[in-house]
């Protein structure tokens, strides 16, 4: 079974600009979770989203969206680029079930906004 | 709301020696409990996920442990080897709150 894919790998923004990053699940994983990884923040999480539908969201400004497809793949989208947005982004897969299902995490992303 | 830390922020030791890192969390209604390793500019592998009504999960060299009472879980490494050396995150996943990670351990082990 094919892991999880995103893409692009690497991505170089200038400030100001808009991003859209790819992430698609294990085939038949429902929920998608992103966070974002910087060495000063680590690992903070950003929104699940669950049969097309956001289910949950961490606490990160509204310049930070994402949305599902049908077929279960996933974009983020962050507007208005600051310097700050620089890190790896992450996505992650799982079955979807009530919640706690073992993650998928795929290579991530990294944006650097200069 | 829920808060992971993780000690040592870094560990060194010798190929072959057992070892064991420690996780924390602060709130006890914790839902389960997964361990990562993540190696240098990569993505997170999932190594042992601990369900609430579980006390430990084993997986070849890897034993994790959850105590919910005392907020705690270790995950224990035997017989350590030089590709054991990556960043070990602990995450508690929490209803409302999705997966909280703590800050990881880097993990040498040097020949």
Not at chain 1, 54 to 75: D, H, I, L, W, Y
Not at chain 2, 99 to 110: C, I, Q
Request: aromatic share 10%.
């Amino acid at each position: 079974k094919a892991g999880v894919t995103q893409t692009p790998r690497y991505l170089i923004k200038t400030r100001g600009q808009q991003v859209t990053l790819s992430c698609s699940p294990i085939s038949g994983h429902r929920s998608v979770s992103w966070y974002q990884q910087t060495p000063g923040q680590g690992l903070q999480f950003l929104f699940e989203y669950f049969s097309e539908t956001q289910r949950n969201k961490g606490n990160f400004p509204g310049r930070f969206s994402g949305r599902q497809f049908s077929n279960s793949r996933s974009e983020m989208n962050v507007s208005t680029l600051e310097l700050g947005d620089s890190a790896l982004y992450l996505c992650a897969s799982n079955s979807g079930g009530a919640g706690g299902e073992t993650q998928y995490f795929g290579p991530g992303t990294r944006l650097l906004v200069l | 709301k829920q808060e992971v830390t993780q000690i040592p922020a870094a560990l060194s030791v010798p190929e072959g020696e057992n070892l064991v890192l420690n996780c924390s969390f602060t709130d006890s209604a914790i839902y389960n409990l997964q361990w990562f390793r993540q190696d240098p500019g990569k993505g997170l592998t999932s190594l042992l996920l601990i369900q609430s009504s579980q006390r430990e999960q084993t997986s070849g060299r890897l034993n994790a442990s959850l105590d919910k009472s005392s907020g705690r879980s270790t995950l224990y490494i035997a017989a350590s080897q030089p590709g054991d050396s990556a960043t070990y995150l602990c995450a508690g996943y929490n209803y409302g709150q999705n997966f909280v990670f703590g800050p990881g351990t880097r993990l040498s082990v040097l020949p």
